[in-house]
């Protein structure tokens, strides 16, 4: 009898939801249930309007499928082809956000369930109802314009009679106000060449106008915000970039990122965003978003086999580098050396290799002789290093060689889209996350012979520090709102990384991280300690932003697979989790193809969609430049003693300790 119950209990699930084994309906797991593909991700993805502005919980709801296919498409249409155009949207979807796991899969899945014989007959007759449905609105509709056009033409017919006994009434007076009709004439014309200086000058502050939704401001402009203040620069040099005006390095500069929506406050050269502001402005600025977004250096790991090093550098100081590569080799040849320790080894083994067979290189480096050497030259120098140091866990790649972020080319091809060819920038250097067979960019890097050239440190800069944005915002895009993109500046002997991150409301700022140094001959082999340390922390952070990628690919997996029970059990994500950062950002600047001026396009959307504009409140509001003190004051509500907790530290206003345990306990 138990069986028996159990039985009639399957059976009414499958009778109620309409799914069996083999056909289970898929849910929108990992995904904001809310998500929808909007008309300007269909016309960028190339993908049927048929399901636009759906949400993807929704998906798998025939009535909803339905009403939706018909509100999206006019009539003439039959089910069949509006249910190939649906299974069509799927297929593209899928295709189209292989970056975004979730979505991509979830997708696939909807195209698969609709595909089945069964929930396809289903989903036919909903679009047979909606579709007689609205014949008959239009039937009414036509009626109802029917007998609007015929009371619109009777009174039209009434007024025209009523006009020409008017006009006929106005000849008679006519002649006696001819004189008060040329005054007046004399009179408008002067108002209109007063008026016409008037609009210019509106035009003129409706382009000063525009402003950023970003509402971070320093101490000494209150009114104009960053982001806004760096736009308007950077269209201010766009309009003598497209008019052929010889520009500096360093405006080109301030063209491109304040384009991009870029705040880089690494650059502290003349003719820099420095420029935009003031002294104090720059300098608190700079001060506030290093302490923000400063990471802290990891320590070397016990494999890293320092002693050794420190030992092999000693060995350099008496008997010379061959000695010291030796006793390298002879530790890397030990039964007791771990294969982690071995790739430590090689590093240094490859520092003292390079100091002792390149030595009319590194000169040439330096500028000490006039050979000829290319940038692989130099990047025989430190590709080993980053090869070495990435393979130590395995779980990134480096990729060399000019190539191209596939997401920035998309970016590009939609910036210009009248023209062939268009590829996004062609980086020296990527280091990449594989997940599920799709390139994840994580950090990218440009390479230069010396830093003597200043030009084209400052071009590599902009196109490292955009093309970091173009990663935070694929990042951002697939729902990791924790992640950034890294740049990795190399002149040279010297190299620099740096941060972008997404910071406001339509402002991303670029921060100065960390320095390497390759040494220059063996009295500054110790130099290598700092340079391996930042290296060893770049690596760090980006496997943690890896492992954030392979959880949420495995979260995913794990939910096509779940039970009924799981699924009804399952708790949605939030949309404040999820998909908070999504109106944040911000398009590219990309140069024009073949770098024709004339063809330069200022991004749309720079300051936002005008539908996403709301209005800051003064909690919003961040005004850099104020002491410490004063901002505390302001933002937090501190005991009698001074004492408050913000973001599980306790700070005390009146002293200016912090402390991360309670004070009183």
Not at 235 to 248: A, I, N, R, T
Not at 283 to 304: F, G, H, N, R, V
Not at 609 to 623: A, G, P, Q, S, Y
Request: neutral net charge; hydrophobic residues 30%; proline residues 3%.
């Amino acid at each position: 009898m138990t069986s028996r119950k159990l039985y009639t209990s399957s059976v009414g699930l499958v009778a109620i939801f309409g799914w069996n084994k083999e056909m289970k309906r898929p849910t929108p797991s990992e995904l904001d249930y809310n998500l929808k593909i909007d008309e300007h991700d269909c016309k960028n993805n190339n993908i049927d309007f048929v399901l636009k502005d759906l949400k993807v919980k929704h998906w798998c709801d025939a009535e909803k499928l339905a009403k939706r296919c018909l509100k999206n498409k006019a009539l003439p249409l039959d089910s069949d082809s509006a249910i190939r155009m649906i299974l069509n949207f799927f297929k593209k979807t899928n295709d189209a956000y292989q970056s975004n796991y979730a979505l991509s899969e979830y997708a696939k899945r909807c195209r698969i369930y609709w595909s089945n014989n069964e929930n396809k007959a289903l989903l036919k007759r909903h679009i047979q109802d909606e579709i007689r449905s609205k014949q008959f609105d239009l039937e009414i509709t036509r009626s109802k314009n029917e007998k609007y056009n015929l009371r619109r033409a009777a009174k039209a017919k009434k007024e025209a009679t009523e006009a020409n006994i008017s006009y006929q009434s106005a000849l008679f007076v006519h002649a006696a106000v001819q004189n008060r009709v040329l005054e007046e004439e004399r009179r408008i014309s002067t108002l209109s060449e007063s008026s016409n200086e008037t609009v210019d000058h509106d035009d003129c502050c409706e382009n000063r106008g525009k402003k950023e939704d970003d509402n971070i401001f320093t101490s000494e402009n209150q009114a104009t915000s960053i982001a806004t203040r760096i736009k308007n620069a950077a269209e201010s040099v766009h309009k003598k970039y497209v008019d052929g005006v010889p520009l500096s390095e360093n405006e080109i500069c301030v063209m491109s990122l304040g384009l991009s929506s870029i705040l880089n406050t690494d650059n502290n050269s003349e003719h820099s965003q420095k420029s935009i502001f003031s002294e104090k402005e720059w300098s608190d600025l700079s001060a506030y978003y290093k302490q923000k977004y400063q990471i802290a250096t990891c320590s070397l790991p016990e494999d890293a086999c320092h002693n050794v090093w420190k030992t092999a550098v000693n060995v350099v100081n008496e008997k010379g580098l061959f000695y010291g590569m030796k006793y390298i080799a002879k530790i890397q040849s030990l039964p007791k050396t771990s294969e982690k320790s071995y790739k430590y080894l090689s590093i240094y083994h490859h520092v003292l290799k390079i100091l002792n067979n390149e030595r009319p290189l590194i000169d040439a480096i330096l500028g000490k002789t006039t050979i000829q050497i290319s940038e692989l030259d130099v990047f025989d120098i430190w590709s080993p290093i980053f090869k070495d140091l990435i393979n130590i866990n395995g779980l990134l790649r480096f990729k060399k060689g000019e190539t191209v972020n596939g997401y920035s080319t998309n970016n590009k091809r939609q910036q210009y889209p009248e023209t062939n060819g268009i590829m996004g920038f062609r980086i020296d250097f990527r280091i990449l996350y594989d997940r599920n067979g799709t390139e994840m960019d994580l950090a990218a890097g440009e390479l230069a012979i010396n830093s003597r050239c200043e030009n084209k440190v400052i071009h590599d800069q902009s196109k490292l520090l955009r093309e970091a944005k173009d990663i935070t915002d694929s990042h951002h895009s697939s729902y990791l709102n924790n992640n950034f993109g890294w740049a990795i500046q190399i002149a040279g002997l010297e190299g620099s990384c740096s941060t972008v991150n997404l910071d406001r409301n339509g402002l991303y700022v670029g921060t100065p991280q960390l320095e390497i140094e390759f040494p220059k001959d063996e009295r500054e082999l110790h130099k290598l300690d700092n340079t391996l340390t930042v290296l060893h922390t770049l690596i760090m952070d980006l496997e943690k932003q890896a492992r954030r990628m392979m959880c949420q690919s495995n979260a995913v997996k794990e939910s096509a697979s779940s039970s009924l029970s799981e699924i009804f059990n399952r708790e949605k994500p939030s949309e404040a989790d999820v998909n908070s950062l999504k109106h944040y950002q911000r398009p590219t600047y990309y140069t024009p193809p073949q770098k024709e001026r004339t063809k330069s396009v200022i991004p749309k959307a720079l300051y936002g969609k005008m539908c996403l504009k709301r209005k800051n409140t003064v909690e919003d509001t961040v005004i850099i430049g104020f002491s410490n003190r004063q901002k505390k004051k302001k933002r937090h509500n501190a005991d009698e003693f001074g004492w408050y907790k913000d973001d599980d530290v306790w700070h005390n206003e009146c002293s200016g300790e912090t402390s991360e345990s309670n004070p009183y306990e």
